[in-house]
């Protein structure tokens, strides 16, 4: 979800006012004991086919492919239950998927998938807290100003309030332990993880995208075309410092569109996604795509930058195939509030676009794909996070789209990539105010986990021939935006 600065300190995004809650003051950040029964199995009568494009589901009502089901649902709980303590990001290890939330996270025990149990919640305030996690540690993103890097921290200074990463230690994951926390410059909207190779592997490096600078800020001056590159050292994380700012847009800020013509302003990243296999990462950075080399994690290098000023609103996220031949970016046109998945705004704004990578590490644009499902105009809608599905020999890949649920999506046709299933919700109730639906969707060893805003963790199973041979494949850790070739079964 795209937040714009603004001088009074508030969080504006797409004309709604979202204020983050107050800490708790407690002295450590409060981890909720395991509790049973809070998972709930829907009801199979529940669920209704949403039909073809068009056909409206009700208030709250489930609407699946036939090849799709809602297996579980944990939904928010203290102290993640006022209206405002949405639900952001996953990520995955071993048996645990970790959920972010604006007040903190949530780590849940998916030994059995069916059943999820809640481990701990962590209350440590600073939107959005988009997470990752490697080893024992456990990484936010806070991407607000707060008035200390401390969980007790109230909202800072709009101009100097500290902004940045919060490190915990995860080995106990009933009790997580705060451990450090990096200032970054524009704060950390999202961030991504790059291991360390050779000499480093005992590191890992922080991708940290920012945006939104400010003439008044000391630490988000304009222009900011640039992110910062934090290392973390495995074994002693309160060690973790900034070690690069490099600028990624050497031009001053001014991108172009696919025929030279001048396209958006560039003031930073939305969120980068690395393959560093392939030595290959994927920047959207809200005016423009870039593909980039990161064969040095500490120095990345700009192989190209494409616009679309036609099609494109805010470049959001990227998903490579698994051989990095294509990748795949997202459009967050509105911002993520607004309903965009409607005939007037059309099949190529707030979608997906495929780019093929030629073997000279170009982007070339290949298809167009959005969700065909129409939705009503109190349904905020639009391309949002997602992963591969790993499938042998195809394309296949789950993606968010907020109040428009839950997609998979066959691109190995590139021109024409197309819906092979989905999940979804109706329209969120007048008193759960206008923000809902999944933030998240990513598969994960048999299952489709999606954070929705105000739901709380949905699990889901997809069954069909198309997606049979993923299961067979068992990931040990999953980021979505630090992509591996896939693992062995």
């Given at each position: 979800?795209?937040?714009?600065?603004?001088?009074?300190?508030?969080?504006?995004?797409?004309?709604?006012?979202?204020?983050?809650?107050?800490?708790?003051?407690?002295?450590?950040?409060?981890?909720?004991?395991?509790?049973?029964?809070?998972?709930?199995?829907?009801?199979?009568?529940?669920?209704a086919s949403a039909g073809l494009s068009g056909t409206a589901l009700k208030l709250d009502q489930i609407g699946t492919s036939p090849n799709m089901r809602l297996v579980a649902n944990v939904p928010l709980g203290a102290p993640f239950e006022r209206g405002e303590d949405w639900g952001t990001d996953l990520a995955f290890q071993g048996d645990y998927v970790f959920t972010g939330n604006y007040e903190g996270f949530t780590v849940h025990d998916i030994s059995d998938p069916t059943k999820p149990k809640i481990v701990s919640r962590v209350h440590c305030p600073g939107g959005q807290n988009d997470i990752s996690v490697t080893g024992h540690l456990?990484?936010?993103?806070?991407?607000?100003?707060?008035?200390?890097?401390?969980?007790?921290?109230?909202?800072?200074?709009?101009?100097?309030?500290?902004?940045?990463?919060?490190?915990f230690d995860i080995s106990d994951k009933a009790k997580p332990?705060?451990?450090?926390?990096?200032?970054?410059?524009?704060?950390?909207?999202?961030?991504?993880?790059?291991?360390?190779?050779?000499?480093?592997?005992?590191?890992?490096?922080?991708?940290?995208?920012?945006?939104?600078?400010?003439?008044?800020?000391?630490?988000?001056?304009?222009?900011?075309?640039?992110?910062?590159?934090?290392?973390?050292?495995?074994d002693a994380p309160q060690e973790a410092k900034v070690v690069a700012q490099p600028v990624l847009f050497a031009d001053g800020g001014l991108t172009e569109n696919e025929v030279g013509e001048e396209g958006a302003d560039t003031t930073g990243c939305h969120d980068i996604t690395v393959y560093p296999e392939k030595d290959l990462a994927a920047g959207a950075c809200l005016g423009n795509g870039i593909l980039m080399d990161i064969s040095d994690p500490v120095h990345p290098r700009v192989l190209q930058e494409v616009s679309d000023t036609e099609n494109f609103s805010i470049w959001h996220w990227a998903i490579f195939d698994n051989d990095a031949e294509r990748v795949v970016f997202g459009d967050e046109l509105g911002g993520g509030v607004a309903p965009t998945c409607d005939r007037g705004t059309g099949p190529t704004r707030g979608a997906d676009a495929v780019y093929d990578i030629t073997p000279d590490r170009k982007l070339r644009r290949r298809g167009f794909f959005k969700i065909p499902r129409e939705q009503t105009q109190s349904e905020n809608c639009v391309a949002h996070n997602g992963s591969l599905i790993p499938v042998p020999g195809k394309d296949i890949m789950v993606q968010s789209w907020y109040l428009g649920g839950v997609s998979v999506i066959d691109f190995s046709d590139?021109?024409?990539?197309?819906?092979?299933?989905y999940f979804e919700r109706g329209p969120l109730g007048e008193d759960e105010g206008g923000i809902g639906g999944s933030w998240s969707a990513y598969y994960y060893n048999g299952y489709i986990y999606s954070s929705d805003i105000t739901k709380g963790l949905d699990v889901i199973r997809i069954d069909d021939p198309l997606t049979d041979p993923a299961a067979k494949v068992t990931m040990k850790e999953l980021n979505a935006q630090t992509q591996t070739s896939y693992p062995e079964s």
């Open positions: 979800m795209r937040r714009w600065r603004t001088a009074a300190g508030a969080l504006l995004s797409a004309g709604i006012l979202v204020l983050a809650g107050c800490a708790s003051g407690t002295p450590e950040p409060s981890a909720a004991p395991e509790t049973g029964g809070s998972a709930t199995t829907p009801d199979s009568s529940a669920s456990l990484i936010l993103s806070i991407d607000e100003p707060r008035s200390g890097d401390t969980c007790e921290s109230g909202r800072g200074d709009p101009l100097s309030g500290w902004e940045g990463l919060r490190i332990r705060y451990v450090k926390a990096i200032p970054t410059s524009c704060g950390s909207h999202t961030h991504t993880l790059v291991p360390g190779k050779g000499d480093n592997k005992d590191k890992v490096y922080v991708y940290v995208s920012s945006f939104g600078p400010l003439p008044g800020a000391p630490n988000c001056q304009p222009p900011h075309d640039s992110i910062s590159i934090v290392e973390v050292p495995l590139p021109d024409r990539p197309k819906e092979i299933g």
